[in-house]
């Protein structure tokens, strides 16, 4: 009897081994995320890489001396850029299949459309004006009524020396109120001595959130979120929103180009100020295709973070900000 039995076993143990096989459950799809801020550029040759925290410590310079040389020193494994367009698409595209992602993309009108193509729906289409030399209202607003662009974005007058509430720029934000469009503007730091190196007219004191107050009085059913958070003017950006309910922030840039404890110390502070359902997850990406995997570890390993406010940043304050529907990301 027992020689029977061990048998029988014996030959029903591939028919088990196959069974399981054929109704194991699938892998299911991580957690859906969703990237408020990227760039679509075209690729230059020679773009440097990148070291991720880069600002952690400033570099002395000296005005008769050429700009320091900063973003690839300091860490041993630097982030490489893209060497081409088609290089950053697929290896962007991958990314967000893999990390099933959504992001909101502003730039470069023909990359936008290229990775529109390929990623349908997981890409919303931004359109920006910084001031009024950009684009006549007329053409800002036939863009808008085209239905290809969800978002005003990137909208950064700091760099023109220009507030978000300069009438020159009043009847571009009427047009986007008009149409229910959402509007990103950039408020805060442009990095490392954006004044001497690259952008003359910029201002730091152009980034202080509370310039945004007349443009959201004049617009009340505008809906901004301010980019890079208002940093590092956390004060300022606190008693905007808690003045207007419909302010919403993105982390993007600042949460790779500061030091990792000085980014989780201004994070922490507005999770702390009560609007953990008001920050969004963002890259502010470029060039460099592992900005994501850097920027999401952040969030990652925030012990100050519960898991349900991690989600939040990471999907569902933008779900609620932009009015997307959640069940088409799961």
Same mark, same amino acid.
């Given at each position: /009897?027992r020689k029977f039995t061990l048998l029988t076993a014996c030959a029903l143990f591939p028919a088990f081994l196959y069974a399981q096989t054929v109704t194991a459950p699938k892998k299911s799809a991580p957690l859906p995320i969703i990237d408020v801020h990227v760039h679509a550029m075209k690729v230059s040759p020679g773009m440097a890489p990148l ?18 040389? !900063? ?13 081409? +367009?088609?290089? *950053? ?11 099933? *992602? ?7 009108? =023909? #990359? #936008? ?14 359109? =920006? ?8 209202? *007329?053409?800002?607003? +036939? ?8 978002? *005003? ?13 300069? /009438?020159?720029?009043?009847?571009? !934000?009427? @047009? ?8 990103? #503007?950039?408020?805060?730091?442009? =990095?490392?001595? /954006? ?11 152009? =980034? ?34 808690? @003045? ?73 304050? @933008? ?5 997307? +529907? ?5």
């Open positions: /009897m070291c991720p925290w880069f600002l952690r410590d400033m570099p002395g310079s000296d005005p008769n001396s050429a700009p320091p040389s !900063f973003l690839s020193t300091g860490c041993a494994i630097p982030l490489q850029p893209a060497h081409s +367009d088609k290089e *950053m698409q697929d290896s962007l595209m991958a990314t967000m299949k893999r990390l099933n *992602m959504t992001m909101v993309v502003y730039g470069d009108a =023909g #990359i #936008i459309r290229n990775w529109k193509k390929v990623a349908g729906d997981r890409i919303i289409p931004g359109i =920006g004006v910084s001031s009024p030399s950009d684009m006549t209202v *007329m053409a800002f607003t +036939d863009s808008l009524s085209s239905g290809f662009y969800k978002v *005003m974005g990137e909208v950064a007058p700091q760099y023109q020396g220009l507030s978000p509430s300069d /009438m020159s720029l009043d009847a571009y !934000f009427a @047009a986007a109120e008009k149409n229910n469009i959402p509007v990103g #503007i950039h408020m805060g730091t442009g =990095g490392n001595g /954006m004044a001497n190196l690259t952008s003359p007219k910029y201002r730091a004191s152009k =980034g202080d959130p509370l310039l945004l107050e007349d443009l959201l009085a004049r617009h009340p059913k505008l809906k901004v979120w301010v980019m890079h958070a208002g940093y590092p003017m956390v004060d300022n950006m606190i008693a905007l929103m808690g @003045a207007n309910a419909y302010v919403y922030v993105d982390i993007a840039g600042l949460i790779w180009s500061y030091s990792q404890v000085e980014v989780n110390a201004y994070l922490k502070r507005l999770v702390q100020a009560g609007f953990g359902k008001r920050i969004m997850y963002g890259t502010d990406m470029l060039i460099w295709p592992k900005l994501v995997e850097t920027s999401l570890s952040v969030i990652e390993n925030a012990d100050y973070l519960s898991y349900d406010q991690k989600r939040d940043i990471l999907f569902n304050n @933008a779900v609620r900000f932009f009015r997307l +529907d959640p069940d088409k990301y799961k």
